[in-house]
């Protein structure tokens, strides 16, 4: 192997490690918007939507018969998408009554929406939070 | 689908009116869209959702917006349906009495603006809801106690409005609210009792202020949009004393009636105990397929097995006193007593001093729970309130009792009642659960709700409030000397809102341009 060719490979596997750095950096610690973005659709499910459907709420009691009881907790499902929330939010499902765009606006839901759909990172990154660790 | 226009009014008269309201709030506050209509519509309808349907809504943030929405409105002739959040659930939730009528939705206005402690009182918007006046209580440690409804997931001013009432000894809501500030239908502002003095220091303090008072005809009223309300709250009491018991009969109802009312009346007991059926506390804890799936009501043998294995009475109370630990021990031994004459079944105590977790307390704390209950036939469910108000005598609420059950088994509804005792009468409220897909069966609710509002009628017993589609068979009833209350009551619309722009219809009041719209 030339120098040449070590050097360029040298370079390739510099920049490979650091995209895998950045990649995991990236999972591990979003980018500071996307995180500002889940916090705070964080505190918004829970000051909007925490009436019905956190642990005990009647959401969670209802989902919890429909769907059984792994996915009664919307915070802790990963099979939500986006459209999928917004959707039910503003035409109800079952028992639960559409929300309107003046008691919760499209910019508070997208930031909702942005939080149950949050990357695996951001769910590792809470969980070690709530243990009061980092990941 | 396009929206359903409001009588009088054009497609270029509505549209110039949302683009005058979208001048005064801003466009991302008028909502005009289909799926936006759909979000104001009475979720929990009986399959009469079409007959109430919105043509738009506009939010507000401040006094000043309402006024000049009403002018515009005014103008244009169109009418307004104000809600504080919308969530009259079971009476109609967010939806007009009229189609075509323009929401007015002033949960934007969500401003707790005072809380005075020594002297027990609140200044707020109409968008503030229970949970929000609660966590502003809990997070500034404030000893005020509130009285919320089953399900708290409404506008505390909104609810007192509409005479809602909770469970501690303030329950009777609309009782306490002390000054009002309003907008009428010209526009104009107004402020009731002592706040019609513009620097008044007693607003909160003394309901009644100088000449007619004005504050219960903005109650269950199409005369103006209250935009602040003074409401009195609790002080945080030294300690409460629960008793629970459940009572194994349907006929029990009657004697424990007897022994609460005067009770209730004397002030042994000060907060207005609900006695309610089994299917109150099962339908919010269970489905009815877990119990019974053949038709028609469900049989008493299904209901004697619920009872058994759920652990209900047939009747169940929780009573609460509030007070010093000795006054309340003393009247636990009156009321201990005076079931004793009748049950062997003992009270539970539950025992509750300051410092202690407020759950366990007996003070008003929110929650949705109770809303479980419209899962109870499963699908997508809804429920619908009757809500007679009676004499506290075993005579009057048993027959009501009974008739009203069987009035239920005779179209295959659960019978699903209580009975609260406040000072002088009893509020019956009865709901119908039911699947709102099936539309065999809502067909038959909404006949049933004309028959019970009948039935009551012939008893001398009226509905306390009642949903959108009913508002007129109520009003109705009210008929001494032709119905001269109705008459007054539109004689006082026409004067205050000469261009009916206000709520037409609502409670039965029709301004004189759309009485045609009576049904």
Not at chain 1, 66 to 87: A, M, P, Q
Request: hydrophobic residues 40%; neutral net charge; proline residues 5%.
């Amino acid at each position: 192997m030339n120098a040449l060719l070590h050097g360029c490979m040298a370079k390739v596997v510099l920049i490979l490690v650091a995209g895998v750095c950045f990649v995991a950096t990236a999972m591990a610690r979003p980018r500071d918007d996307s995180t500002q973005k889940i916090e705070e659709g964080k505190r918004l499910f829970h000051a909007r939507c925490g009436y019905c459907h956190l642990a005990g709420g009647t959401g969670t009691i209802m989902l919890g018969r429909r769907l059984g009881k792994d996915r009664s907790l919307l915070e802790e499902r990963t099979d939500l998408n986006v459209e999928y929330i917004k959707k039910i939010t503003r035409v109800g499902i079952n028992g639960m009554p559409p929300h309107n765009r003046i008691e919760l606006p499209d910019s508070e839901l997208d930031l909702i929406a942005t939080y149950l759909t949050r990357p695996a990172s951001a769910r590792a990154a809470d969980t070690a939070a709530a243990k009061g660790g980092t990941p | 689908m396009g929206a359903v226009l409001p009588p009088r009014v054009s497609d270029r008269q509505f549209q110039k009116a949302l683009d005058a309201f979208a001048g005064v709030v801003g466009k991302q506050w008028v909502l005009a869209t289909d799926e936006d209509r759909g979000t104001f519509m009475d979720i929990y309808a009986a399959g009469d959702a079409d007959q109430h349907v919105p043509s738009a809504a506009v939010g507000p943030q401040s006094v000043e917006e309402v006024q000049a929405i009403v002018r515009i409105a005014n103008e244009y002739k169109v009418p307004l349906w104000p809600i504080s959040r919308g969530k009259n659930l079971g009476y109609g939730a967010a939806a007009p009495r009229m189609s075509g009528t323009v929401v007015l939705d002033l949960g934007r206005m969500n401003k707790v603006l005072d809380v005075n402690e020594r002297f027990g009182y609140c200044l707020i918007e109409p968008g503030v809801g229970f949970f929000d006046l609660f966590n502003y209580l809990q997070e500034n440690k404030i000893k005020l106690w509130m009285s919320i409804p089953a399900n708290a997931w409404g506008s505390v001013a909104g609810n007192a409005l509409e005479r809602g009432y909770g469970y501690t000894p303030y329950g009777d809501n609309t009782r306490n609210i002390c000054g009002l500030e309003v907008v009428l239908p010209t526009g104009d502002l107004v402020r009731t009792g002592n706040g019609a003095m513009s620097n008044s220091a007693t607003w909160q303090l003394f309901k009644w202020g100088y000449g007619p008072g004005w504050d219960q005809l903005f109650c269950q009223s199409n005369f103006g949009i209250v935009t602040k309300m003074g409401m009195w709250l609790m002080p945080e009491p030294e300690a409460t004393l629960g008793l629970n018991i459940q009572l194994p009969n349907p006929d029990d109802v009657g004697w424990a009636v007897d022994e609460l009312a005067p009770l209730r009346l004397n002030g042994v007991i000060q907060q207005s105990p609900s006695i309610g059926n089994s299917l109150r506390f099962v339908a919010s804890a269970t489905q009815r397929s877990q119990w019974y799936n053949g038709d028609g009501a469900l049989p008493d043998d299904v209901l004697a097995d619920i009872l058994k294995k759920a652990g209900y009475g047939w009747w169940n109370i929780n009573l609460r006193l509030y007070g010093y630990d000795e006054v309340n021990e003393a009247h636990a031994r009156i009321i201990k007593d005076a079931f004793a004459r009748h049950t062997k079944q003992e009270f539970q105590v539950v025992k509750w001093h300051r410092g202690e977790p407020i759950e366990n307390s007996g003070a008003g704390v929110p929650s949705t729970l109770a809303l479980q209950m419209i899962n109870w036939r499963g699908g997508r469910g809804g429920h619908i309130g009757f809500s007679p108000v009676l004499p506290p005598t075993s005579e009057h609420v048993l027959k009501q009792f009974h008739s009203t059950k069987k009035r239920y088994e005779e179209i295959g509804v659960d019978y699903y009642g209580s009975f609260t005792l406040m000072e002088r009468s009893v509020t019956n409220v009865n709901l119908m659960v039911y699947d709102r897909d099936d539309a065999a069966l809502t067909a038959k609710v909404r006949a049933l709700f004309k028959t019970l509002v009948a039935d009551a009628a012939k008893e001398g017993y009226s509905e306390y409030r009642t949903h959108l589609s009913y508002m007129d068979d109520v009003a109705l009833t009210f008929d001494f000397n032709k119905n001269a209350l109705l008459r007054l009551n539109e004689a006082v619309k026409d004067a205050l809102d000469p261009n009916g722009i206000l709520a037409p219809g609502k409670q039965g009041v029709w301004p004189r341009a759309l009485r045609t719209e009576r049904a």
